[in-house]
């Protein structure tokens, strides 16, 4: 292939270039261009580009307008090498793209577990048949994946999870039951973890990470109501699943390590594209408020300063990863631990100042309120899920500060 | 300004950072605090120590190199305030180059010019009077000045750190065009209430009433009082927020290893999980304290209009961290946390003391909520 762009080619001509500015000045003009007006507005809730053919269709059609157009040019999975879909990226021409985007405030084309948290897994642990059978549909946003770690005896303490898979010929035969499978009714596939050997010497050992399609016989899922409303969080059951031993990823009996690796990326990934998807307008809240107290005004301001430490902290965590330091990993659990905080506290003063409008939950209310009031109710979850607060403080206690364990 | 590639400038700052950390260790142990808060020493801190510090090119580390400085910048100076704060040195850093370098180099006058080239030789240890707290919170000065003859007559009464020790006295106040910075040689000023604070400095109550002074005492020219005190609030307080930061950070380090060496019930406390996440917790909080710090300092060096409300929220989470993390301190160390023999109960008492310098935690936070137009009306009577 040429180092020249044409219509439909993959490639951009500063890639190759040994001057970031060109890249810089290509990606710029191809943003300008391809990023439709409405996708450079905050995100709503319904808008989220989530990919896979049997989901809520975003109710915005630019939102597929965008995801097609930065498939296109591999934008989607921009670190994947071109044949998987991706754009092939280096991370510091990943940074430039980042940066023009946060530049116009572009959505991301593409979001979901798929593309988020299998696709760096794909790269780093797939065979070279799983590369090419998973990574172009999760680029195109085609297929829509879900996760399947957590079990209903096995949360935070996730390493005593009791799906059995067992082999059968080139199979494995997988019973058991996840929970909080989050948009399992809509997925297309799941990446799950099962004990492949329940005589391990130490239980992590025991697991296997599978991709599963989520018509494979056996499969019945079951959506869960939670406090905001949502049903997007499942049951799924496995009733006698067959599954091709050719599907595990990363090993059998190594699921462990992948899954580490992946809820890592998770705790990563999480509160960068999530920051702007939190509606809690504090200020606009607290100018309209009638009467000025000085009790609200100090809760406000304390609110204020502890976004501008988040960002702060969000900056210094994206320079610690670009310059490789090893305080980077670290980070990622404080600013999870800050993050969700941050987002309680302030989902929380926000309805409280709305007073009546801060606690409808349908009817004769505006969708905005309805959604700020949401946010709150689902900001409960920020702690939770993902790797709750009190498991973010053990892994800081024993991984960074070295404190024994008991 | 020096134009070295940031790539070199950062080796450099970093050798000089590690270079001050050992001769911290070497000569600075947390005893010498001790010694000070313990003994009747007219002056808190080590005059030949000092000069060495300054032949080293410390003191100056933010002064421009055509001042005989290094000209590195408040960040920089950030780094070694950090560094220094760690050890607690006793030498006067914290009045000479976190409060009276920002004053000094906010005039471009002769005057100050020649006392900056004293900081960066060390001739000279320069301490600020600076406004109470509350005073700040009012936007008034606490010494004032009327026209007498060919100069000013003084009144009112200040504080000023490291008196007696200092040798000259830079004192802000109120005369009708606004606010004057002053330059007093510290002998003439009677000093009052002169006290050793809990954190083993010295300090003075300093008496300005009936003091006249030349014409020629004055910096620069007139300026509104809230321009008059932008330096010790914005860059001052940044540089006094990174002493918090150090200090913070070293007495949670200390925290640690007695957590890791203290055993009770058959294991060490450090392994119990109610302790490991009060320490995880201040983790967090000191790493996204340091984030606020290292923008508050940047903001100040680039001049970015940022620089007061990142200043502010700089000293108003350092303020209170600092503290809280000294108390959590303590009380994980038990009984032996309240000994004079632990170091914990130093970091404590100097977390207090640096707090009070350029307006404590809780003025920043009200100054924060004014520069983000979170204001409360006159209430209701």
């Known amino acids: 292939m040429s180092g020249t762009a044409v219509d439909g080619n993959h490639l951009f001509n500063g890639r190759g270039s040994t001057d970031p500015a060109d890249l810089r000045q290509e990606l710029r003009a191809w943003l300008e261009q391809n990023c439709p007006a409405s996708m450079r507005t905050p995100m709503p809730a319904d808008e989220v580009p989530n990919g896979g053919a049997q989901g809520p269709s975003p109710s915005n059609p630019d939102t597929f307008t965008w995801m097609r157009r930065a498939a296109e040019r591999g934008l989607t999975l921009p670190t994947a090498p071109e044949a998987y879909g991706g754009a092939g990226f280096s991370e510091d021409q990943a940074a430039i793209l980042a940066d023009e985007m946060q530049r116009i405030n572009a959505r991301p084309p593409l979001l979901g577990s798929g593309a988020l948290l299998l696709a760096p897994m794909l790269l780093r642990f797939g065979s070279e048949e799983q590369k090419r059978q998973h990574l172009p549909p999760i680029a195109q946003g085609e297929v829509r994946w879900c996760q399947g770690f957590s079990e209903p005896g096995a949360g935070s303490d996730l390493a005593s999870l009791r799906m059995r898979a067992q082999p059968d010929g080139d199979e494995f035969v997988l019973n058991g039951q996840k929970t909080w499978t989050s948009f399992a009714t809509v997925a297309d596939w799941i990446f799950c973890l099962a004990r492949t050997d329940p005589d391990a010497a130490v239980r992590q050992q025991g697991i296997s990470l599978f991709l599963i399609d989520m018509r494979t016989p056996g499969i019945t899922v079951r959506p869960i109501r939670l406090i905001n409303g949502d049903t997007e969080f499942c049951e799924t059951f496995f009733d006698d699943v067959r599954v091709p031993a050719a599907n595990i990823l990363g090993g059998e009996n190594n699921g462990w390590t992948v899954a580490k690796a992946l809820l890592l990326e998770e705790r990563r990934a999480t509160p960068g594209w999530t920051l702007a998807a939190w509606p809690f307008p504090l200020m606009d809240v607290w100018r309209e408020q009638v009467g000025k107290s000085a009790a609200v005004a100090e809760r406000v301001t304390d609110s204020e300063l502890n976004r501008l430490a988040l960002e702060a902290a969000l900056r210094r965590a994206a320079r610690l990863a670009n310059a490789g330091s090893p305080e980077a990993e670290r980070f990622v659990n404080v600013v999870k631990v800050w993050f969700a905080e941050y987002q309680q506290e302030r989902g929380s003063l926000v309805t409280l100042l709305r007073e009546w409008r801060g606690a409808g939950w349908a009817g004769a209310a505006t969708q905005g309120d309805l959604d700020v009031t949401r946010a709150w109710l689902t900001s409960r979850a920020l702690s939770i899920a993902g790797g709750s607060t009190e498991i973010q403080l053990n892994i800081i206690s024993k991984h960074f500060l070295g404190l024994p364990t008991s | ?381």
């Open chain 2, 1 to 381: 300004m020096t134009t070295l590639p940031a790539a070199d400038l950062a080796d450099e700052l970093q050798a000089l950072v590690e270079s001050a950390d050992r001769f911290f260790a070497d000569h600075s142990p947390a005893s010498r605090v001790r010694d000070y808060l313990h003994g009747d020493q007219a002056v808190g801190f080590d005059r030949a120590l000092w000069r060495e510090q300054a032949e080293l090119g410390w003191t100056g580390i933010a002064i421009p190199e055509a001042l005989g400085g290094a000209g590195l910048g408040i960040a920089a100076a950030g780094r070694l305030i950090e560094v220094s704060a760690r050890r607690l040195v006793p030498e006067p850093f914290l009045s000479t180059v976190c409060l009276a370098t920002p004053v000094l180099t906010a005039f471009d006058c002769e005057r100050a010019q020649a006392l900056i080239r004293d900081v960066a030789a060390g001739t000279a240890v320069i301490a600020v009077a600076v406004p109470s707290s509350s005073a700040i919170i009012q936007g008034t000065l606490e010494v004032e000045a009327t026209s007498s003859g060919s100069g000013w007559r003084l009144g009112g009464r200040a504080f000023a750190l490291d008196v007696p020790g200092a040798d000259r006295i830079l004192v802000p106040v109120a005369v009708p065009e606004g606010c004057r910075w002053l330059t007093i040689d510290a002998p003439m000023i009677p000093s009052v209430a002169a006290r050793t604070l809990i954190d083993g400095r010295r300090g003075a109550e300093l008496d300005f009433d009936g003091l006249e002074v030349e014409h020629e005492a004055a910096l620069g020219s007139p300026v509104s009082v809230s321009t008059g005190l932008e330096p010790i609030l914005v860059a001052g307080a940044s540089l006094v927020s990174a002493w918090l930061l150090g200090l913070a950070e070293q007495v949670f380090a200390v925290t640690l290893e007695y957590l890791k060496a203290r055993e009770q019930f058959g294991a060490v406390i450090g392994s119990y999980q109610a302790l490991q996440h009060r320490a995880a917790r201040l983790f967090c909080e000191l790493a996204v304290a340091r984030s606020v710090l290292e923008e508050a300092l940047e903001a100040v060096d680039r001049g970015d209009p940022d620089a007061a409300l990142l200043a502010s929220a700089a000293k108003a989470r350092t303020g209170e961290l600092a503290l809280r993390v000294a108390s959590e301190g303590i009380q994980l160390h038990g009984g032996v946390g309240m000994t004079d023999e632990a170091n914990v109960g130093l970091y404590f008492k100097a977390a207090r003391v640096a707090d009070l310098l350029a307006g404590h935690h809780l003025v920043h936070k009200s100054r924060a909520a004014a520069l983000l137009g979170i204001t409360v009306e006159e209430q209701p009577a």
